[in-house]
């Protein structure tokens, strides 16, 4: 059974940083790409960063560029989000899913199904 957990999440103020973990589980987590979304409230989902396993390729919407940093741990199956300069307005459900995708001109494999996780609520205030 495949499994996606996030944790990390919590209340920081404004300037502050939080990270994120993504514990995967019952597939081979090295050859897929794993993507962060997060969805303020009344606001549509959003993918925020993406990560190839295997070769280490990473892609971030520019708004997150130079702030947040997404890495894995092979060993233990696990995939991180460093995030930095947080905002009040990036209060939001933080969520990790085997999703991959066309970003920023490369491919990133996505795994022959979607899972997600149940969600990590970061919130930031003034």
């Known amino acids: 059974e495949v499994q996606l957990v996030e944790s990390g999440g919590g209340l920081v103020q404004a300037g502050g940083s939080l990270r994120l973990s993504c514990a995967t589980s019952?597939?081979?987590?090295?050859?897929?790409?794993i993507t962060w979304f997060r969805q303020a409230s009344g606001k549509e989902r959003e993918g925020i960063s993406c990560i190839t396993v295997s070769d280490g390729s990473t892609y971030y919407i520019d708004s997150m560029k130079g702030r947040f940093t997404i890495s894995s741990d092979n060993a233990k199956n696990t995939v991180y989000l460093q995030m930095n300069s947080l905002g009040p307005g990036e209060k939001a459900v933080y969520y990790c899913a085997t999703m991959g995708g066309d970003y920023g001109g490369s491919y990133f494999p996505s795994y022959a199904d979607e899972f997600w996780g149940q969600g990590t609520q970061g919130t930031v205030s003034q």
């Open positions: 019952g597939f081979t987590f090295d050859n897929y790409a």
